[in-house]
C-alpha cells in the first residue's frame, strides 16, 4: 500500500490566493483526518470525516478554510483568501473505523508544507 | 472536549540513560491512547500504543503505562540511542468519537 498520499509536498503562495491541498487516504480507510501543525500550536485537528460525511469540523479556524470529500479515495482542503498565519505544515491522515480497535491506528501523510507570503 | 498536557517539552539525556515523557488527559471516557515520533521534517509516526484496559505494554526498549484513576500515562524509554533524538507526542481519544487529541510534544535530544 502506498500509504497517504498529499499533494502539493511545498507550495509557497502570495497572500490572497486560494490554496488547495489534496488527499487520497489509504485504501479501504475510512475515516480522513486534516491536521495542521505549526511550531505555536502543535498538531491540531482541523476537520475530520467517516465515510466521506464532516463529523466534526470544529477545528477549523474561520471561514476562509473549507473541506470536501466527495468520495472515498479523495478529499481537499481549500483555503480563500489564503493568510501569511496560514503558513504550517498541513497532514492528511486515515484510519479505519474505529481507532483503537482491532489494532486500527491512524496513518499521515507526509505533509503538504504551506508557506504564504 | 478533550485536553491533552504533555510534559516536559523538551528533554536532554546522555546515551544509555532512561527516559520519560508524561501526559494527562481530561476525558474520563477516553479509551485509546497511542504515541507518535516525530522526526524533523518527517511525518509523525506511532511507535505504541495503548487501550484502557490494560496498565501496561512494553515494545523492546519503550514501554508505556496507563493510570485510569489519575488520568495520566507515560512513555518510558531505556537505553536511549541517538536516533530516538525526535519530537514525541501523545494522544488520546474516545473511540467512540473518533477525535484523536494530541498533546504539545517534547523534544528528546540523546547525546552521544
Known amino acids: 500500500d502506498a500509504g497517504v498520499i498529499q499533494s502539493p509536498r511545498h507550495e509557497v503562495t502570495e497572500m490572497g490566493q486560494e490554496v488547495t491541498l489534496r488527499c487520497k487516504p489509504i485504501s479501504g480507510h475510512n475515516s480522513l483526518f486534516w491536521y495542521r501543525q505549526t511550531m505555536m500550536r502543535g498538531l491540531e485537528l482541523l476537520i475530520y470525516f467517516n465515510n466521506n460525511v464532516p463529523i466534526d469540523d470544529s477545528g477549523m479556524p474561520e471561514d476562509r478554510f473549507s473541506a470536501k470529500m466527495p468520495n472515498a479515495s479523495f478529499s481537499t482542503l481549500k483555503i480563500q483568501p489564503s493568510e501569511p498565519r496560514d503558513s504550517a505544515v498541513y497532514f492528511c491522515?486515515?484510519?479505519?473505523?474505529?481507532?483503537?480497535?482491532?489494532?486500527?491506528?491512524?496513518?499521515f501523510g507526509e505533509g503538504s508544507w504551506l508557506t504564504v507570503v | 472536549g478533550e485536553n491533552v498536557e504533555q510534559h516536559p517539552s523538551t528533554l536532554s539525556v546522555q546515551e544509555g540513560d532512561s527516559a520519560v515523557i508524561k501526559c494527562t488527559y481530561s476525558?474520563?471516557?477516553?479509551?485509546?491512547f497511542p504515541w507518535y515520533k516525530q522526526e524533523l521534517g518527517k511525518r509523525p509516526q506511532l511507535i505504541i500504543d495503548?487501550?484502557?484496559?490494560?496498565g501496561e505494554k512494553k515494545d523492546q526498549r519503550i514501554a508505556v503505562t496507563l493510570n485510569k484513576t489519575a488520568k495520566h500515562f507515560s512513555l518510558h524509554i531505556t537505553e536511549t540511542q541517538p536516533e530516538d533524538s525526535a519530537v514525541y507526542f501523545c494522544a488520546a481519544v474516545n473511540t467512540g468519537f473518533q477525535k484523536l487529541v494530541f498533546g504539545t510534544g517534547t523534544r528528546l535530544l540523546v547525546s552521544p
Open positions: 476525558d474520563s471516557a477516553s479509551n485509546y
Open positions: 495503548i487501550r484502557s484496559n490494560v
Open positions: 491522515a486515515s484510519s479505519l473505523y474505529s481507532l483503537g480497535t482491532s489494532g486500527n491506528t491512524i496513518y
